[in-house]
């Protein structure tokens, strides 16, 4: 399985803190495999505490699926609320942005604490620094 190695990580956390904090934004950042597995986490100074908890489920919704986490939040706010059952995501909000190198998921970026398209748009600067934007 390709996945990221521990330089490509720090790149895209380190893009993603400079960004919110070029920004004034306090948040979380994790990085996850493509099995979702946490990889790093960075929690900045005055980011909501349960941020910690938010941004590696966002960041596993995205791997597990290959696809942005916000895909499921639009899902069940258009009714289709039987998603909420999913095992093993509980992540399904706005913030989530898989990592895809040669057509392949090879991690994904998860953000939380600040408004959901702030979030995102933290995570692209994670990506963007890789290259994977």
């Not at 946490?38 to 489920?57: F, G, K, N, T």
């Not at 942005?68 to 289709?80: L, P, T």
């Not at 998860?110 to 995570?123: E, F, T, Y």
């Amino acid at each position: 399985m390709t996945t990221l190695n521990h330089a490509q990580q720090t790149t895209v956390i380190n893009a993603a803190l400079a960004y919110a904090q070029s920004q004034q934004w306090a948040v979380t950042v994790a990085i996850c495999d493509p099995g979702g597995h946490l990889l790093a986490l960075q929690r900045m100074d005055r980011a909501p505490a349960i941020s910690a908890h938010i941004a590696p489920e966002k960041a596993k919704t995205a791997a597990l699926s290959g696809k942005a986490s916000q895909v499921y939040e639009e899902m069940i706010n258009q009714g289709r609320t039987a998603f909420l059952s999913v095992p093993a995501l509980q992540g399904m909000l706005t913030g989530g942005l898989p990592i895809i190198q040669d057509g392949l998921c090879i991690g994904a970026i998860g953000v939380s604490g600040v408004k959901p398209d702030q979030d995102v748009a933290i995570a692209q600067a994670g990506l963007a620094a890789l290259g994977a934007a």
